[in-house]
């Protein structure tokens, strides 16, 4: 099958120009500038007039809670939610039932997506206290990193040995993305709270408990072994001004150590928990304004090197009480794209710039083959968006399972109007096909 997108703005590598785009099955064929189109027979054209084209975002942070928790979300229904945003590949956190903490768990999570996942997948392998010397079992082509609980988190997987980090660092052949939160100053804050509050405090004591000092603290380590041990280290949702201070910016060369912000703490603040409670309940939990802008202003400066969605369904239920009930995590993959092109509209950031973020440098930093960009050759994971076409996020739009967005109500000017994965069409427009398939990535 060929495809034509023709008449288009493509947005790729720095530029943004007027041209057309050929694809030959699941890859890129010919990129031509201005007016001219490639001859021969198209068995699809698309007519991108008054479009965007950018390469399908590789989201590097999702949780798709397939195997085990599958009444709030699974592999299909999310990764529907992702061919509706735009995003054509994710990497899959190990925090599932059972952890992804062994080889066999990690190939039962390959063969899942293979049967199940409308865009291209891959899963990170979880670090664990006993763990480290699989790591030379695994295939480093078919994985993206080694994620690694530094703090408190969901699915027990926190490792707090010393001697276990250090090995984690010193030997992992893959990149380090790390969530970063010292649990030790969150249980004594937690005690705090419930005496001074009760036994659940509220939801708006959140960023109180999984404070400033906690973020900071346990990322101030994680990169002291990072440069220790010259370890590749990619921080997970980093929440604070603070921390911020502690990368470098991503200029000509990628630097080792890396940040990751998510679209949750580019858009809200601690106000918000006020008009939306526990929906917006995440760890690290959502802060200040003033950190929020900080973030903002790193989205440009280069010490935010990828933005992700920490993607995590729960079910609305779930979702209820305050800072012990009231479980951890939002949906987010259906609206990154859009989100970030709303920060456009704002003038925090140019079109150019959205794509390193969600495009260009997770392909770079996780060293992604054949996919993040718009060359000849590589895979036809494509996706336009057309600009000043306002639409409202309602509860029927929702792809993912769990059924609801703490983006309910949020009006955006920018749609997504079609996604390629592959050069297949897998959303067109408000119809999709449920028999696209992804494809495992491979890595370099």
């Known amino acids: ?122 899963f990170f392998f979880g670090a664990t206290n006993t763990n480290a010397d699989l790591f030379t079992q695994l295939d480093v082509h078919r994985i993206p990193g080694i994620k690694l609980f530094m703090g408190s ?52 004591h959140h960023p109180e408990i999984r404070s400033e000092e906690a973020c900071c603290r346990s990322t101030e380590l994680a990169v002291r072994l990072a440069r220790r041990h010259d370890a590749r280290l990619h921080v997970a949702h980093v929440t604070t001004a603070r921390e911020l201070s502690l990368f470098g910016p991503w200029t000509d060369a990628m630097p080792k150590i890396t940040a990751e912000a998510v679209i949750a703490h580019l858009l809200f603040t601690d106000e918000d928990y006020i008009r939306l409670g526990a929906r917006i309940k995440c760890n690290p939990a959502v802060k200040s304004e003033a950190d929020r802008e900080a973030l903002r202003r790193a989205l440009t400066d280069g010490r935010i090197a990828v933005v992700g969605t920490d993607h995590a369904p729960h079910l609305l239920a779930e979702k209820q009480g305050g800072c012990c009930r009231a479980a951890s995590g939002m949906p987010m993959v259906q609206f990154s794209l859009v989100a970030m092109l709303g920060l456009v509209d704002d003038g925090l950031l140019t079109i150019e710039r959205v794509v390193e973020l969600m495009c260009h440098q997770p392909a770079m930093l996780f060293d992604v083959n054949w996919r993040g960009f718009i060359r000849k050759g590589y895979k036809a994971d494509l996706v336009i968006v057309r600009p000043n076409d306002p639409w409202t996020v309602t509860a029927d739009c929702i792809q993912s399972k769990c059924g609801w967005s703490p983006l309910e109500g949020r009006t955006f000017n920018w749609r997504v109007v079609h996604t390629f994965c592959n050069g297949r069409h897998v959303f067109d427009n408000g119809r999709f096909d449920a028999s696209c398939r992804g494809e495992e990535i491979r890595f370099r």
Not at 175 to 183: I, L
């Open 153 to 204: 988190s969901t699915g027990n997987m926190l490792v707090d040995r010393a001697e276990a980090l250090e090995k984690i660092f010193s030997t992992a052949p893959v990149p380090v993305m790390a969530h970063c939160e010292d649990t030790g100053i969150i249980n004594d804050n937690m005690r705090k709270a419930k005496a001074e509050y009760g036994d659940d405090p509220a939801v708006e």
């Open 1 to 122: 099958m060929r495809l034509l997108v023709k008449h288009a703005t493509i947005v790729n590598e720095g530029r943004a120009f007027e041209g057309s785009i050929a694809v030959d099955g699941d890859c890129i064929e010919d990129i031509l500038q201005g007016d001219d189109t490639p001859r021969g027979h198209f068995d699809t054209v698309v007519d991108a007039t008054g479009c965007f084209v950018l390469p399908g975002v590789i989201d590097d942070h999702v949780h798709f809670r397939e195997p085990g928790m599958t009444a709030k979300a699974d592999i299909e229904s999310e990764s529907r939610a992702a061919a509706y945003g735009g995003v054509t590949s994710f990497f899959d956190m190990p925090n599932t039932v059972p952890q992804t903490t062994s080889l066999e768990a990690l190939d039962e999570k390959f063969a899942l997506a293979a049967r199940e996942s409308h865009v291209n997948y891959s």
